[in-house]
């Protein structure tokens, strides 16, 4: 079984410019989540989304990030503009429930990340 | 606020020797736990988790001990291998069982 992709796998970019990261979940699964992981930190849940609509995005600091899942599968994040502190590995995960009985179902499958420095 | 924390940072073992890592959060609430593994490069990879109905969870090498008295949780990890080698972390899940993480335990297994 194929698992969480994302690409690109490292960027650099300058401060004030955007970008966008792109996640395709595991086949099926429902729920696809993003995460940023600061260096030396745990993973900070962004946004969650439950098929194409979002579930829980409280912690995205919606002024300079935004993330769709148009079509409930896909899903995009992008910075603009990006600011120094946004350099992080950004997770995407997917898992075939949406987290509320904690069974096998809501095991979150995690893709490589993505590698941001923002200069 | 409430925190989900790790005691040490680091933990170096030697090939076959046990490994314990801990964790204590602060929120009563948590009632759904989860140890992950995160090697170089590569998204955190789920292990083994527990419920707060229970006390102990065995896996393949694994067990998790849960002490809700003293809101302590413990990855045991027997006969530890240089594969083992990795950031582990603790995290919690409220009634959504979205998982909150810890900063993470790096262990370093010696050949």
């Known amino acids: 079984e194929a698992g969480v992709a994302q690409s690109p796998r490292y960027k650099i970019i300058e401060k004030r410019q955007s970008v966008a990261f792109w996640c395709n979940p595991i086949s099926g699964h429902a729920t696809l989540y993003w995460y940023q992981q600061i260096l030396g930190q745990g993973p900070k849940l962004l946004i969650q989304f439950q098929n194409n609509g979002v579930v829980d995005d409280s912690q995205l600091p919606k002024d300079r990030f935004s993330a769709e899942r148009l079509k409930g599968v896909d899903s995009t994040l992008k910075i603009q503009p990006a600011k120094l502190e946004d350099s992080a590995v950004y997770l995407c995960?997917?898992?075939?429930?949406?987290?509320?009985?904690?069974?096998?179902?809501?095991?979150?499958?995690f893709g490589p990340g993505t590698r941001l420095t923002v200069l | 606020g409430e925190s989900v924390g790790l005691h040490l940072p680091t933990l170096s073992v030697q090939e076959g020797d046990n490994s314990i890592i801990n964790c204590a959060y602060s929120n009563s609430a948590s009632d759904y736990f989860i140890w992950y593994k995160q090697e170089s490069g590569k998204g955190p990879q789920f292990i083994i988790d527990?419920?707060?109905?229970?006390d102990k969870r065995q896996g393949q090498r694994v067990t998790v001990l849960l002490n809700k008295t003293v809101k302590h949780l413990s990855l045991q990890i027997a006969a530890t291998q240089p594969g083992d080698s990795a950031v582990y972390f603790c995290?919690?899940?409220?009634?959504?069982?979205?998982?909150?993480f810890g900063r993470g335990t790096s262990l370093i297994v010696h050949p």
């Open positions: 527990i419920r707060s109905n229970m």
């Open positions: 995960a997917s898992s075939l429930d949406r987290g509320l009985t904690g069974g096998p179902s809501d095991t979150q499958y």
């Open positions: 995290a919690e899940g409220g009634g959504s069982y979205i998982p909150t």
